[in-house]
């Protein structure tokens, strides 16, 4: 049983206006291997949420016609739709960067034991979280084995050459605080994170996102049980940077959920505050293109202070 959030949709953050559309980030689905306390999608392997081949054929439909550079896909465990093989194949075969947001652990799961092959002969960028460098801190935050299993899954995608120095194929992690607090600076992170994960274990990877916890959906409800809700949010808020608006994500990308609805980000989504054309309530990926969406306002609330506090925050880490 959550605990009760208080309604975010008042605020008083700045007004964004979308710029030209970039990046598509498509949610396959809610299901997952894991459940993580952070996770903003409340994602669990019971969750029956999965986008169908209908919906993926009109995601494919929007990629040929009109000219998106990167395919971002997540969920979930996004590789447990049983669709996800066929649109990273139909996106690469249009030259569109893929990336998958990728637990680590699915690729040990029965059933997906060529997933890591897969995903390398299509180049596609992997984007996986790794919250840590010390074990009790990964399970304490993603349950318990999830670190050894994610170590396992670092050293499968090495020897396939990801993250590995001259090869092409990309492997960056991605950690989240494990409490109520901001990301430490992004650079410094990096190097520990690579300094401690070769001596410890002898992998290797590319790059280190730091992402700030928004204060919804799990994480959320764990705030407001814990008390702890309004001092997040008094933090978020009193980290504000201006300059980190210019490089918000949702000036350049969109995201798409399971049923194939638009949403200015990942999170917006998981409030239900949809991307509106016109006097739409709601727009389907299927009755617009990137045109008809560049120059509209962004729908905010004041989770967006999580993606511009400090150094500020992205699926891409941070913003400055």
Known sequence: MHATLPLLKSTDFPLIMRDELETLQVNLGYRCNQQCFHCHVNANPKRKEMMNAETVEQIIQFLEQNGVKTLDLTGGAPELNEHFRTLVQRAVSMGIHVMDRCNLTILLEPGQE??????????????????????????????????????????LLNRLGYGVAGSDLKLNLVYNPT?????????????????????????????????????????????????????YMDLLKGAYQDANLETVMCRNLVSVDWQGYLFDCDFNQMLDLPLSVGVKQRTHISEVNSLQLQGLPVAIADHCYGCTAGQGSSCGGALS
């Open 114 to 155: 060529d997933l890591a092959d897969f995903l390398a002969q299509h180049n596609v960028e992997i984007i996986a979280s790794l919250p840590c460098y010390i074990e009790d801190n990964v399970n304490g935050q993603r349950g318990e084995g999830v670190f050894q299993k994610s170590i396992q899954g670092i050293r």
């Open 179 to 231: 409490g109520p607090y901001l990301p430490p600076p992004q650079i410094q992170l990096e190097q520990d994170y690579k300094r401690e994960l070769f001596k410890q274990y002898n992998i290797q990877f590319n790059h280190l996102y730091t992402i700030t916890n928004m204060p919804i959906k799990r994480f959320g409800s764990q705030l407001v049980s814990n008390g702890n809700f309004k001092d």
